[in-house]
């Protein structure tokens, strides 16, 4: 507990959540909601480093007095709790009027606390240092012991306010609102243990017994899971979505990169180009403006003739592939079907094979336009010398962004590779 790892560690945590909402923009901060909330987490990861040991000693070493880092561990601490219930105010929503009223009055009041702990620890004569029991060791201490239990008592309605609107509210609410007040209430249930054995370490005290363990040991742990669940609970349904919205992104944009690859270089602007700090939503956007671009390029050279060559190919490699193909096929289908219709009676045996027809002739249809595709790249890329087609194609495919990525992941299939060859031995014969 002496090193400071288990404040330390809460505080870089909290300190790279709030460092998520930073690729979404400057604009951030013009949102008052985004900009608490982010402001919670910041304050929060000062707290949590101001509170370790090594920092405290080191505070008190740079001041020049002794158990300086009290006042302002629990001035940051106070300053958190007021923050957590304008936040909430300001969240859960309601007439502006009375929303402002209620945060004007949060102000007051806990500026006072604030006020009322530096002034009580002026008054109070504590020289002895103490980097990790100082609620206990001076819990009999005139002023300091009144400083601790003002902290307390304001940390107190806080908590109770919070739990109060929480709990009325999280009914009403779904998705990541919910989520984050389910993680309010977490971070509240642990602050409530750490303010019991805060509580019960200083009665203990004030009747002459040492429990002095409950403070040193045992609710340091509780306050830091209490902040970083608190902060995390507020963060939720603010980075939430975000977070989400990139994870989709980021995995589009994986699934898509072979077409990326394949017509990236063909006429792709400069906003097209993708940095490798470019957030995922911010590269799938650019990727797919490329992937539109190389398109463009390559439309004049879509010949139907290599797609209707590729269509006939992969139907015929579909049956060559004998009764292991039409059971692989068959699977996948009624995979769908139950996927989609659990409990429904058993398809009959004409609509199962349909099913797979359909299936093999939607398949063979994403290849033959990935080789169309593919085809009509190697004639961009012989500058000067391809002829346009006789009859041009068109790509369907793209209609859909499902589409797209089927399209993408059809361009690793021997027919297009074939109708690739087969695309650069015909342009070098032109030339």
């Not at 089927?406 to 690793?412: G, N």
Request: hydrophobic share 50%.
């Amino acid at each position: 507990m002496d090193s400071g790892v288990v404040f330390y560690i809460p505080g870089v945590l909290l300190l790279l959540v709030a460092g998520l909402k930073l690729p979404a923009g400057t604009g951030v901060w013009r949102d008052s909601l985004v900009a608490s909330s982010s402001a919670i987490l910041l304050v929060g990861s000062s707290v949590c480093i101001l509170s370790a040991p090594p920092t405290i000693r080191l505070v008190n070493d740079v001041t020049g007095v002794a158990n300086f880092s009290a006042p302002l561990v629990y001035t940051g601490m106070t300053a958190l709790s007021a923050s957590y219930l304008i936040l909430m105010i300001g969240w859960k929503g309601g007439p502006p009027d009375t929303r402002r009223h209620a945060a004007r009055l949060v102000l007051v009041v806990y500026g006072l606390v604030i006020a009322g702990i530096w002034v009580l620890f002026a008054s109070a004569d504590v020289p002895v240092e103490r980097a990790q029991d100082l609620d206990t060791y001076y819990a009999n201490t005139p002023y300091m012991r009144e400083m601790i239990v003002l902290y307390m008592v304001a940390h107190t309605a806080a908590t109770v306010a919070l739990a109060v609107m929480s709990v009325s509210w999280i009914r009403e609410v779904q998705g990541v609102t919910r989520a984050g007040l389910v993680l309010l209430v977490v971070g509240l249930t642990f602050d409530a243990s750490y303010q019991v054995a805060k509580y019960t370490a200083m009665a203990a005290r004030w009747e002459g017994v040492n429990w002095d363990f409950l403070s040193t040991d045992v609710s340091p742990p509780l306050v830091m899971l209490a902040g970083i669940t608190c902060a995390c609970g507020f963060a939720v349904p603010r980075v939430g979505p975000p977070a989400v919205d990139n994870l989709r992104a980021w995995r589009r944009y994986r699934l898509l990169k072979p077409l990326w690859a394949e017509i990236q270089t063909l006429r792709a602007p400069a906003e097209g180009v993708i940095r490798w700090w470019d957030p995922p939503v911010v590269r799938l956007a650019r990727q797919e403006i490329a992937i539109w671009d190389g398109v463009l390029a390559c439309s004049p050279y879509l010949d139907d003739q290599v797609r209707t060559t590729a269509y006939a190919e992969a139907v015929a490699s579909h049956s060559a592939d004998g009764p292991s193909g039409v059971r692989a096929l068959l699977r996948a289908a009624a995979g769908s079907v139950t996927q989609s219709f659990r409990g429904a009676p058993r398809v009959p045996a004409t609509t199962a094979g349909e099913g797979v027809r359909r299936h093999v002739a939607h398949q063979a249809t994403l290849v033959a336009e990935a080789a169309m595709l593919a085809a009509a790249r190697v004639q961009v890329s012989h500058h000067g010398g391809a002829e346009l087609p006789a009859r041009a194609g068109t790509l369907q495919s793209l209609s859909e962004p499902h589409l797209m990525v089927r399209l993408s992941r059809a361009l690793s299939s021997p027919i297009v590779t074939k109708a690739r060859r087969h695309a650069a031995a015909r342009a070098t014969r032109q030339e």
